[in-house]
């Protein structure tokens, strides 16, 4: 199902688009671009996106022993307090293209875990064992670009899934994850095969953004923000400037946009929330807090019809603000992620080891940088999810990195951060620990109540993973 309608509103509430990193962010962001392609090119004629032929399907538990999970050689990952419970290659969830991106998750009301696994050419759809962390694979869905590229998103709202992709004309997809059970029905476990669906009848195609480079999920509030892009309404010569471009989804079949919101210009990624933090005066409004390049920017997104924006916070070791996360419930402090200081080889993260920046946010109108947590391995920070004090990260060829930050409120500087957990899917750069560049994870999803995680490698699959370790040292406040 094709939905196309007039954009309502465009540029809301400000006459000028502000500069932010302007041309300099478009140079950035293509020579991130730019970077990746050149090291997947490279890794490729390297034949390390060999699909099943290397990466061979693995279902039984793998303890992390000795420092080490997995099989022998390719196969066998540097680990501490992480087990591997389940693994299939690209090739083994469809991709002719045999290249990894996002992942996300699904629970179905009577408990079954799903995994939407993003890749080049589309997602495959897996269901994860809860008793095992096994994996199965369930299907698929096609790209709705005649572009391949390797920028691809998703999120979750109820029964919903919402993929974007920074590719021409592909818009957002919106897909019934319910069809997954007629897939697999609780009745037939074992006999059942997996479903290409249909990008013509089995999604709604939300086509007015064209390309996202992000998909921004607010379940609350039933909104859906598509960031960034390189093509349509929302690229970054647009009027709406690759900012905010909402998505009203509180009916997934005829999803309607409210406008877009270009006064900070383009957005990377965010996370939007129902305020109830220290800054009394927005409390109860929804906030987004955005990655804008150059800066951490928050947004008053409650009303649609006149957004506004906060502040602006530059902060020292900038070179491009990716992503972050909300510490805890508080809502006081979070963590940023930048994808070039630890390549442009800027302060603090010059000497390569991965750099996660504290930000206070008690104070919506005045956010303060109060310090960053250096991991102990070499490698470019990604994605980051926290969950029970415990920040997930996805850091390209260091792998899931897991770090205890519940003690931020009583050292906002990150002098108590730990690191308490990891597993490392990219083998190659073991010898050197780690190397500055865009190869190995590309995200996780830690959230299911199981307690499996999966980890998206971009060169070989997807892995079903379990902590092991330790609980947050403190609780929160």
Not at 47 to 75: D, I, T, W
Request: aromatic share 12%; glycine share 10%.
């Amino acid at each position: 199902m094709k939905f196309t309608s007039a954009l309502t509103a465009v540029a809301l509430g400000a006459s000028t688009v502000s500069a932010g990193l302007g041309g300099n962010g478009a140079s950035k962001m293509e020579e991130i671009m730019e970077l990746k392609t050149r090291d997947w090119a490279e890794a490729r004629a390297k034949g390390l996106f060999a699909g099943s032929k290397l990466y061979k399907k693995l279902s039984a538990h793998q303890p992390c022993r000795n420092g080490k999970s997995g099989r022998k050689g390719q196969e066998s990952y540097a680990c501490k307090n992480v087990d591997m419970h389940g693994f299939l290659s690209h090739e083994d969830l469809g991709s002719d293209n045999k290249t990894g991106n996002d992942v996300w998750g699904w629970t179905s009301p009577s408990g079954r875990e799903f995994g939407i696994v993003g890749q080049w050419d589309g997602v495959a759809f897996v269901e994860v064992n809860t008793l095992t962390g096994s994996l199965d694979y369930i299907g698929r869905l096609a790209t709705s670009s005649p572009q391949i590229v390797a920028w691809r998103d998703i999120k979750v709202i109820g029964h919903y899934a919402y993929i974007g992709a920074d590719a021409l004309d592909h818009g957002v997809q919106i897909f019934d994850l319910n069809k997954l059970l007629e897939v697999k029905p609780w009745w037939n476990p074992l006999f059942y095969k997996p479903k290409v669906f249909s990008v013509e009848t089995d999604m709604v195609h939300f086509d007015q953004v064209g390309a996202t480079h992000n998909i921004v999920a607010h379940p609350e509030t039933n909104m859906i923000y598509a960031v960034g892009g390189r093509s349509g309404a929302n690229n970054r010569t647009s009027p709406c400037a690759g900012g905010l471009f909402m998505i009203d989804v509180s009916n997934p079949l005829k999803p309607v946009s409210p406008g877009c919101i270009p006064q900070d210009g383009y957005v990377h990624d965010a996370q939007c929330v129902i305020y109830k933090g220290p800054t009394v005066k927005y409390r109860h409004r929804e906030i987004c807090f955005a990655y804008n390049e150059d800066t951490l920017t928050v947004v008053d997104v409650t009303n649609k019809k006149s957004p506004t924006i906060v502040s602006r916070t530059p902060y020292v070791g900038n070179a491009y603000s990716h992503q972050g996360w909300l510490v805890d419930e508080t809502q006081r402090y979070l963590l940023l992620d930048d994808e070039l200081d630890e390549r442009d080889k800027v302060f603090p993260a010059a000497d390569g080891r991965t750099t996660t920046y504290i930000f206070d946010v008690s104070d919506l109108e005045n956010p303060v940088n109060t310090g960053y947590y250096k991991s102990p391995a070499k490698s470019i920070d990604h994605n980051q999810y926290v969950v029970k004090g415990l920040t997930y990260q996805s850091n390209y060829g260091s792998g899931l990195r897991i770090v205890d930050v519940s003690g931020v409120h009583r050292d906002p500087t990150g002098g108590n951060f730990e690191e308490t957990g990891f597993f490392d899917c990219y083998p190659e750069d073991d010898a050197e620990n780690g190397v500055v560049a865009f190869l190995g994870t590309w995200s996780n999803y830690p959230y299911f109540k199981s307690g499996y995680i999966l980890l998206n490698s971009i060169e070989r699959g997807i892995f079903s993973l379990k902590y092991t370790g330790r609980k947050a040292k403190y609780a929160s406040p």
